[in-house]
Every structure is written in structure tokens, then in C-alpha cells.
């Protein structure tokens, strides 16, 4: 597995981005990382973001960027990222009336194509990120995530799943990498532990998950980064997570 490449969502460390974005990405670096995927720009213009990226020694993976944005302005975002030099654009998430049998499917879809194509001219591959919800199941008994890339062919968008909300959404993070091979170039790896009712996030190889498996099978499905997120840090301080996440990865891989 020694070609996969290990990056870090940048959301996972927000605050300490937010406060010093330079300092923030050095820190990540320091600890391995070899690329970033944005959640935001943190109050930097394009340009900045990017030479501080490669000050730094980051390769600029992949943003995370709403869909509300590509709506106001699609050109000029997707400019945006492309100037940073991401090689992919991921929607984090779409509400339940924009995906199968919301009222505002179909008119996603046709967005998303038209977004796809402006992503390819500007040499970038778009994405979707799910979340658990994407695992409720519709009348027919199918789930919203098959039927959201049903309906639209590896060619437009590609997956990057998450494969602890695949977890928690009751699935097999392996058997859903399997499900879609060759359509996951970018994989989130991201652990947790289930209390009573609700999930606790944390660092890779303390939770449920079983990382190492995930990590084999992301890579035989097509991955060419495995990307670590911690939404939230409920047992100790953001960096040390992602610190710990990088040192358990790497072992693996």
C-alpha cells in the first residue's frame, strides 16, 4: 500500500486554522501529512491559500465546498480552487430534498452535471461526501446514496466515502469501497465508538472501526489518498489527534 498518499481535512483542526492558518498547516506537515483538503479558506484569499500550501510543503488535494456556493457563482468558485490547485472538489453534503425523492432532485442532478463539467475544464474531478443519513432507506428500499450515484455515472461525479458514517449508517465501510471500485479515488478514514444513542469521534485506531481492513480495501479499490477527519475531539486537543490518526495510518500502510 506504500503509493497511497495520507492527507488531512482541515476541518478536523478549524479553530487552530481560523486562528493561524500558517502555523496550523507547519504543524500538520511537521506530523507527515502530505496534503490538505479545505473546508473554507480561513479568511485567506486563493492566492494565499496556495502559496501558503506550498510554503509549506502541502500538496492542495481537495476542498469540501458547499453547493450554495457553485449556485451563487459557479465559474468563479471553481476558479477559486482552481488557482489553490486542488485536483478535486467535494460537495460535504446535500439536503434530503436534493437527493432521491426530494422535490429538488432532479434539478440537482442537472446542476451537479453542469458543475462536473466546469470542475473537468478547469482539470479538476468532482466528488460527494456522504453522511450516515444517505443510509435511510427509500420506499423501494433502497438507499439514498446508491440512488443519488445511480443517478449519476462515475464519468460526472465520483465518491468519497466516509467511511464511518457508512459505519454508522449500518453498512460495511469494505463492502461499500468494494461496491464502488475504481469510482473512490479520495477516501475519508475517520474512527469512532458508539455510547448509547450517539457517536463518539475519535483518533484512528482508539474507536470501533476497523482501520486497518478499511485502509486495505480503500487502497485495492482505487484510492489515491486516504484522507483523516475528526469532525469533533471529545477525548484530547485536536493536533495530538491528528498526530496519533497519522502515526496508527501509517503503520498501516
Not at 481560523?18 to 484569499?45: C, S, W
Not at 460526472?156 to 458514517?165: H, K
Amino acid at each position: 500500500m506504500s503509493n497511497v498518499k495520507i492527507a488531512a481535512q482541515v476541518y478536523s483542526v478549524r479553530e487552530l486554522a481560523q486562528a493561524d492558518f500558517r502555523k496550523t498547516m507547519e504543524g500538520l506537515r511537521e506530523i507527515g501529512y502530505e496534503g490538505v483538503e479545505l473546508a473554507g479558506l480561513y479568511g485567506l484569499t486563493p492566492t494565499e491559500v496556495r502559496d501558503t500550501l506550498k510554503e509549506t510543503g502541502l500538496e492542495a488535494v481537495s476542498a469540501h465546498v458547499g453547493i450554495d456556493l457553485f449556485l451563487e457563482d459557479l465559474e468563479g468558485t471553481v476558479q477559486d480552487y482552481r488557482t489553490i490547485g486542488c485536483s478535486y472538489i467535494g460537495i460535504p453534503a446535500l439536503k434530503t430534498d436534493r437527493h432521491f425523492g426530494g422535490e429538488k432532485f432532479q434539478e440537482t442532478c442537472a446542476f451537479i452535471r453542469k458543475l462536473s463539467t466546469c470542475c473537468a475544464e478547469n482539470g479538476m474531478v468532482l466528488l460527494y461526501h456522504n453522511h450516515s443519513f444517505e443510509f435511510e432507506k427509500t420506499p423501494a428500499g433502497t438507499y439514498l446514496l446508491d440512488e443519488f450515484y445511480q443517478a449519476l455515472d462515475a464519468d460526472t461525479i465520483q465518491t468519497e466515502l466516509d467511511t464511518c458514517w457508512v459505519a454508522n449508517g449500518g453498512e460495511s465501510p469494505v463492502a461499500y469501497l468494494e461496491k464502488y471500485r475504481g469510482r473512490c479515488p479520495l477516501v475519508h478514514m475517520k474512527d469512532s465508538r458508539r455510547s448509547g444513542d450517539s457517536v463518539e469521534l475519535m483518533a484512528l485506531g482508539e474507536g470501533e472501526l476497523d482501520v486497518a481492513a478499511i485502509a486495505r480495501a480503500a487502497v485495492a479499490c482505487g484510492a489515491k489518498w486516504l484522507v483523516v477527519e475528526q469532525d469533533h475531539h471529545p477525548f484530547g486537543e485536536p493536533m495530538e489527534n491528528m498526530r496519533t490518526s497519522f502515526s496508527y495510518l501509517k503503520s498501516i500502510i
